[in-house]
């Protein structure tokens, strides 16, 4: 029998939510600003980026299929404490091996951990909540994540510009740590489910099964997911690269202001989703589905400013000013959308298949994000001097992608 919202389980729940993603934030704040600052070069930076999300993907339908038979919680004290030691091991390799290598593999399996976790994470909440509370669930959950990467980068940036790495590793391997050992006191309603043979044929039947489920019975699943590759492959990715890059290489900043800046910045994206989180949660009866287009036109609207700001200011306060702003807006509608998006999926999906049919859509759209990632870091590279024109054709290409969304949407009926 689920339980309410704010029982013993769903707080603890959030509390390690907390504890972890902020740990996530940080590391994953550091790390790649790191090898920025080593290199210099976004085409580098693109690329590794890109590579770290390969292990997301393919790992992100294994953490689905694995959320729906194994015990949510389990999954989640194992990943936290796996995460844990591989930060350990990379402090204690740092000083004496190929840094740019032991980034790369360090990010690639930090993602890769991410991309399995997820799944379980957002598979629990049918399990511990009711049907009507989804959307308040989900808000609560998206509101953590925001605020914890609020915090993270926030605070990664001003112990990075004053202290260095080292503090940051200890501090984030000590959080995953610790919510590893909350988390073994959270209780999850589990039911085994029949295998259907081995492990290898287990896992084929059931992803089948799922894009099954998305392409027949649910096809409007397929059509969201479609948008949302989309808007990672030419506006989230597009952030994702052009934020670290314009505020420590392009911008006219000192570069201990520019880290410790771009820190702030990086807050202000997860203050957007505070917002967007909050928004989803009090608006969440005005959410309608068949309404998400405008949100999708608004994300696609919010970058434009940030290409006219690099035209017409050499300022480079000025310019980060307008470049955090528009992020931030970015963040507010984007998380009200993915709220909005998530408790539709969850409400559509049978609970023995919600944690299959959310790693289908994790990796699938997850898979543009790489190639997103790449593409920016050689499209900045190539246009030096230019960064607007890549902002400019980022923004044109999200907003014809939106105006699709928005008539694609539109034939959503309410319920």
Aim: charged residues 10%.
């Amino acid at each position: 029998m689920k339980q309410k919202l704010f029982s013993k389980d769903f707080i603890l729940v959030v509390i390690g939510q907390i504890i972890s993603l902020f740990g996530n934030a940080a590391i994953r704040f550091a790390l790649p600003l790191y090898l920025l600052n080593l290199t210099g070069s976004s085409a580098i930076y693109g690329t590794v980026t890109a590579c770290a999300f390969i292990p997301a993907i393919l790992l992100s339908p294994v953490g689905g299929i694995v959320a729906d038979r194994v015990n949510k919680r389990n999954i989640m004290v194992v990943l936290d404490f796996f995460t844990g030691a591989v930060i350990l091991v990379f402090a204690l390799l740092m000083d004496g091996a190929d840094l740019i290598l032991l980034l790369t593999v360090t990010l690639m399996l930090l993602y890769g951990i991410a991309g399995a976790y997820q799944p379980s994470v957002q598979a629990s909440i049918p399990a511990l909540v009711e049907r009507d509370d989804y959307m308040a669930a989900n808000s609560i959950i998206n509101t953590v994540q925001s605020f914890a990467s609020l915090i993270g980068p926030v605070l990664g940036g001003i112990l990075y510009s004053t202290y260095g790495l080292k503090p940051i590793l200890w501090v984030c391997m000590f959080c995953f740590f610790l919510s590893g050992v909350m988390e073994l006191f959270i209780k999850i309603p589990y039911r085994k489910q029949a295998s259907q043979g081995g492990v290898l044929k287990t896992a084929q039947t059931d992803f089948a099964e799922s894009v099954r489920f998305i392409r027949k019975e649910k096809p409007v699943i397929g059509k969201t997911l479609l948008v949302i590759c989309g808007i990672n492959l030419f506006l989230a990715a597009m952030i994702l690269v052009a934020l670290p890059y314009l505020v420590t290489e392009v911008l006219d900043l000192e570069a201990a202001q520019a880290n410790r800046l771009y820190g702030f910045a990086e807050g202000a994206l997860a203050a957007g989703g505070i917002f967007g989180g909050i928004g989803a949660g009090i608006f969440a009866n005005k959410l309608a589905v068949h309404k998400a287009g405008k949100l999708v036109i608004f994300c696609a609207l919010c970058v434009f400013p940030i290409s006219i700001s690099l035209i017409l200011f050499s300022s480079g306060i000025v310019n980060y000013i307008v470049i955090t702003a528009c992020c931030f807006a970015v963040m507010v509608f984007s998380t009200m959308l993915t709220v909005q998006m998530m408790s539709f999926i969850q409400t559509e999906t049978p609970q023995n298949l919600v944690g299959k049919v959310l790693s289908v859509i994790f990796t699938v759209s997850m898979c543009t994000q790489p190639l997103g990632n790449a593409l920016y870091g050689i499209l900045f590279e190539i246009c030096k001097g230019y960064e607007y024109a890549v902002v400019l054709f980022s923004g044109a290409v999200s907003l014809i992608i939106a105006i699709g969304a928005k008539n694609t949407f539109s034939k959503f009926s309410e319920e």
